[in-house]
């Protein structure tokens, strides 16, 4: 454990009439009882602070004004945080509390601090202690005093945590499993795991992370060391909070539902599918389909290394079959109503905003609510509350209590359970839709890279993707395919059995996307920068654009200088699921494209590639010598695209143990090197997984 401790924290209030203000300065002075000092500082200020490089927890106590705007003087700090081009993890280094002030009399009530809260969410900052909203109308002083005792035990752990934080955990764990799981640890615990280094010992069959985590007693020792002892006691389940939804299904049949209404923040366009191919041979493990977008009626504005994310419906089979589990099959067209439960406790409930008013029950399955999440424990304990057969019950309870950690990891998420098999599996189960309502986060859009340049494909938009699939098991007796990409390839099927690419007519269907445009991940402005795209799999989708982009440029403005532009793809075999082929010999061809080097990590014995390296990261060794002069001699980008738990990981290994060979470093000059390559932003990553 380190040393003395600096027990400081940022205290920023946004106050409007002053109340924020002084229960910020009531706070300050409370803080050096406790041992802390506070900076206090007004959000107006924005200039004199930096949340982006704040090492120290932040609180935050914020009025609401209006009918529930923020403060004035905050106005200028939302307006930061709001803006879109921030990614999701800007924030991600941050743990903060925050203290709302409202009036109940109004309908925003506590908004003021209720956006800033969602906001430093979705940038990826995380609570070391609950927000409080203090009501004017009944007394601020009801939460504001019992939430600043409260504060300085919060801030106490979070303290000591951050004591641990400097060791390297080694965790005896399943190599494969890793670090998998980590954000998802159940109890107090993620948050400690998240600031500490971990690191797995690849080849031990020892317990999973998860596991480990779990079960304390199966925590290596020295996890045992590097954690305060606080932090171990943190191993519990959260309590169970009481329901606080009622969902009443009306008699009046619901109107059509408006996808608009699920995503208002983002432009919406419903766009045709044009053609679908498939890219892998019928034998192969995975199936990769390529799909073409028409594009050309719409404002999109489509750059090479951009996004876009597709709002698809859960599977119509699931959602009646969950419709019938819950015995609601008669009134599948009809209204739900969902209000807060009168005198419900938990603090700021709310009818999530994504869910339309007038929306059918089919609706809310369909389009609203992700029922193919892995039901979280606090869920399955809500269930066994709804089962009345008492094995059951106590199998539900088991897998939800502090010793199932690995049961509940190998029963629930290992298998990809929803929802829908626990209530085939454990039939005397009957929750009321509120509960699913309550415990189902909101249906995600799916996000894909586009595969194409506008400059070559005008109109169009490519994009490919794996048909994911999930096999059978207790309480699904059929294999199941991904929620979207699964609904994709249902839409283009028929299509797909073609070698060459189908064009789809008649009743073309048509899908609702939206753009996620990318700030980060683009070619090179400077087209004589040399670059080197690493991307195994559905990893290459970009570099297609990007090459189909400079491959036109190269014929349209032939005195430009281009720079050196490597690529290095992997599959599994030459024959069976190598992408684009062709299309990549005709870039080396033109010369786009200086240099391809592809790995096949499962070609048979025998064959031209069986010896050749693996994966990319082993083909990246080989030049080793090349890619040091690309990045550090001549100033050129590196890109990464794919398998984010893995692949993505192990490129990074290979590329400080470049650094290191190549240039006679140590391990952390070469990771120096690489985080300077990212922050001049030349070395770019678009992972997901
Ligand atoms: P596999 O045979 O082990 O699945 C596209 O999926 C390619 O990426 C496949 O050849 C796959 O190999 C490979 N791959 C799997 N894990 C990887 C990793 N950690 N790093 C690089 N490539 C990987």
Redesign the pocket.
């Known amino acids: 454990m380190s040393g003395a401790l600096r027990r400081r924290f940022l205290l920023l209030y946004g106050t409007q009439k002053g109340q924020s203000q002084a229960i910020a300065e009531e706070i300050s002075q409370q803080a050096e009882q406790y041992g802390f000092v506070a900076d206090v500082v007004s959000l107006k200020d924005v200039n004199t602070f930096s949340l982006e490089n704040e090492k120290d927890p932040v609180v935050f106590v914020i009025s609401t004004t209006g009918t529930g705007d923020p403060p004035d003087a905050a106005l200028k700090f939302v307006k930061t945080i709001r803006n879109k081009e921030l990614p999701d993890d800007h924030f991600v280094h941050l743990r903060y509390g925050l203290l709302a002030l409202g009036d109940s009399e109004y309908t925003y009530f506590c908004n003021g601090g209720k956006v800033v809260d969602q906001r430093l969410e979705e940038l990826g900052a995380k609570h070391f202690y609950d927000t409080g909203y203090a009501d004017d109308c009944v007394g601020l002083e009801m939460v504001v005093d019992p939430w600043i005792k409260g504060l300085w035990d919060a801030l106490d752990r979070e303290f000591l945590c951050r004591a641990g934080s400097t060791k390297t955990i080694k965790v005896s764990n399943d190599a494969t499993n890793g670090n998998k799981n980590i954000m998802e640890v159940p109890g107090n615990l993620d948050l400690h795991l998240q600031t500490m280094s971990l690191e797995g010992e690849p080849g031990t069959n020892g317990t999973s992370l998860n596991k480990a985590v779990s079960d304390a007693g199966s925590i290596e020792h020295s996890l045992v060391h590097s954690v305060p002892p606080l932090c171990q006691c943190s191993l519990n389940i959260p309590a169970l909070p009481p329901p606080f939804l009622d969902a009443v299904i009306l008699d009046s049949v619901a109107k059509g539902t408006d996808l608009r209404r699920l995503h208002p923040e983002d432009e919406m366009f419903s766009v045709p599918i044009r053609q679908a191919k498939r890219l892998t041979t019928k034998d192969a493990?995975?199936t990769t389909l390529m799909l073409e977008l028409d594009i050309a009626n719409t404002t999109i504005d489509l750059q090479p290394g951009d996004s876009f994310s597709i709002v698809c419906p859960n599977p119509p089979g699931e959602v009646t079959d969950l419709i019938d589990k819950l015995g609601l099959s008669d009134k599948k067209d009809r209204q739900v109503h969902l209000t807060v439960k009168s005198g419900t406790k938990k603090r700021g409930a709310v009818v999530p905003g994504y869910i339309p008013e007038n929306c059918s029950l089919e609706s809310l399955l369909t389009w609203c609510l992700e029922i193919r999440a892995a039901p979280k424990k606090a869920f399955l304990r809500a269930l066994a509350d709804c089962t009345s057969d008492a094995a059951e019950k106590r199998r539900l309870l088991e897998l939800c209590s502090k010793q199932g950690g690995s049961d509940y990891n190998g029963f629930i998420r290992d298998r990809a359970i929803s929802v829908l098999d626990l209530l085939n599996t454990f039939p005397s189960c009957r929750p009321p839709l509120d509960l699913l309502v309550e415990h189902l986060p909101k249906l995600q859009p799916r996000s894909y890279s586009a595969a194409s340049s506008t400059l070559f494909h005008p109109g169009k938009l490519f994009f490919l993707f794996n048909v994911m699939s999930f096999e059978a098991c207790s309480g699904r007796t059929l294999p199941r395919k991904g929620v979207c990409t699964g609904w994709l390839a249902d839409l283009a099927r028929g299509y797909v059995e073609e070698s060459e690419p189908a064009a789809i007519t008649g009743g073309e269907p048509q899908i609702t996307m939206f753009m996620r445009p990318s700030t980060l991940f683009r070619l090179p402005p400077d087209s004589s920068v040399p670059m080197i795209m690493v991307g195994?799999?559905?990893?290459i989708a970009p570099y297609i654009g990007f090459l189909q982009h400079r491959e036109t440029q190269r014929r349209q403005k032939q005195e430009c200088v281009f720079g050196d532009t490597w690529l290095f793809f992997?599959?599994?075999s030459h024959q069976k699921?190598y992408l684009f082929r062709e299309e990549l010999r005709r870039f080396v061809e033109n010369g786009t494209l200086t240099r391809l080097e592809v790995?096949?990590?499962?070609e048979p014995p025998g064959t031209t590639n069986d010896r050749g390296p693996?994966?990319?990261?082993d083909n990246l060794r080989l030049f080793s010598r090349d890619v040091v002069r690309i990045l550090t001699k001549e100033n050129g980008c590196f890109y990464v695209c794919?398998?984010a738990?893995?692949?993505a990981?192990?490129?990074n290994t290979a590329l400080v143990d470049i650094l290191c060979a190549e240039l006679g470093v140590d391990k952390l000059e070469a990771m120096k090197t690489l985080a300077s390559l990212k922050s001049e932003r030349r070395y770019l990553q678009d992972i997901w997984g």
Request: overall charge positive; proline content about 4%; hydrophobic content about 20%.
């Open positions: 493990v995975k195994p799999g559905t990893g992997g599959c599994r699921d790995s096949f990590s499962r693996k994966y990319v990261q794919g398998d738990k893995n692949m990981q192990d490129v």
